[in-house]
């Protein structure tokens, strides 16, 4: 594996890979890697020949309460983990090199960025459009593969790449579950013991709403009560949002006649986490 920590070496490297014609498949991560991350990067090894990793914990898209300067990492071990994966190329750039100075370009997203975590979070996805339009223009991928986990990302960048022309795929995998079905996330590390044990509330209530729907709902209120009542039952953990919103618009439907993507965040005290599931009402007549 290549380790690259500035934008001419990428660069220099991405030419050599034209070269070879090799397909560059690119994983971006902020690091502290797990298995769901490492989902990732496999699927990029069936979708590339090439596959690069970038690692940047990225300012841009904290704001200024939030935990930028506490989030986990830990390099030399995701590098010995992306080795071990076979990847390519690991592009870790640091802070100075992709902002030499205050950015003055603003990506924005009107209307589907100041709803969900957007709306506690604003400016978070005007930072994640940034950094992402930065690793496109970067390392030219064919492809690049983000996690489900992060939907609302997904469907922006996914938006991002269609309405800014970039010339890459972008594929959304499967979140990845903990035995006990809490999604994996770095930010779990945050979790004290009794707070673990209750974290698994957020994919339990999204089951049981996707049970409902399953059943016959077709109210998004009620689903939303479901949510609401199933996160509510456990004394640990504050619901910061449940909907059941379309999964194109992000907006929240009459009825559910159409693909839905039910999504929380809930805190277990200063940790923040994130779930979701797109769920597809079954066919009615
Ligand atoms: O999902 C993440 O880890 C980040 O938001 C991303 C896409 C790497 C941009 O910093």
């Known amino acids: 594996m290549e380790t690259v920590e500035t934008i001419a070496g990428a660069r220099a490297r991405r030419c050599t890979d034209r070269a070879a014609g090799r397909r560059v498949a690119l994983v971006p991560t902020m ?9 990732l990067v496999r699927r990029a090894r069936e979708l590339g020949d090439a596959v690069w990793v970038s690692i940047f914990v990225n300012p841009t898209q904290f704001g200024p309460n939030e935990d930028f300067e506490r989030y986990p ?21 640091t802070v100075e090199e992709m902002y030499p100075r205050e950015p003055v370009v603003k990506v924005s997203f009107p209307g589907l960025d100041n709803v969900l975590c957007g709306a506690s979070r604003p400016g978070h996805f005007a930072g994640v459009g940034l950094v992402v339009a930065k690793l496109f223009n970067i390392v030219e991928p064919h492809v690049a593969v983000f996690g489900q986990k992060d939907a609302q990302q997904a469907l922006l960048i996914r938006r991002l790449a269609a309405d800014l022309s970039f010339p890459v795929e972008i594929e959304v995998t499967p979140t990845v579950r903990e035995p006990d079905g809490l999604a994996m996330s770095s930010r779990n590390t945050y979790l004290s013991p009794t707070e673990r044990a209750a974290a698994p509330v957020l994919y339990r209530a999204l089951l049981a709403a996707a049970g409902a729907i399953a059943a016959g709902e077709r109210d998004p209120a009620a689903v939303e009560a479901l949510l609401r009542a199933t996160v509510g039952a456990e004394p640990l953990a504050g619901l910061e949002y449940a909907v059941c919103v379309d999964a194109e618009t992000l907006g929240r439907p009459e009825r559910i006649g159409r693909p839905v993507l039910l999504a929380l965040a809930v805190r277990f005290g200063a940790t923040r986490l994130i779930d979701n599931l797109p769920v597809t009402p079954p066919e009615e007549g």
């Open 31 to 39: 690091g502290y890697l797990h298995e769901g991350h490492l989902a």
């Open 73 to 93: 990492r830990d390099l030399k071990r995701d590098a010995a983990l992306l080795e071990a994966e076979g990847v390519d190329v690991l592009f870790a750039p």
